[in-house]
């Protein structure tokens, strides 16, 4: 059996054990959803946030709370401004 045949028997048994909820899965799925609206809009240029909120249809707080986590994670970076805010890009 290989490393990845194992893993996936040891999630299976560990779902059985103790299901993961509808709630949890569904709170995943519109982040990664958010996520994945944020960085598809950095993809095209460097933006503001204000102008990621614009493009998304995302409220700028939540923008920015993914940001944090695209930089965190090194799917996106930040570019620093003298004025004003900050711009983001897709590495």
Do not use: F, R
Request: hydrophobic share 30%; proline share 3%; aromatic share 6%.
């Amino acid at each position: 059996m290989d490393k990845n045949q194992k893993i996936m028997e040891q999630l299976k048994t560990l779902n059985q054990q103790k299901p993961v909820s509808k709630d949890l899965i569904d709170y995943y799925k519109k982040t990664n959803e958010k996520m994945k609206k944020v960085l598809d809009s950095i993809k095209t240029g460097e933006k503001e946030i204000p102008e990621i909120s614009k493009e998304t249809g995302l409220d700028t707080k939540e923008v920015l709370w993914c940001l944090t986590g695209l930089v965190k994670y090194g799917k996106a970076e930040h570019i620093p401004a003298k004025t004003g805010y900050m711009k983001y890009k897709a590495k």
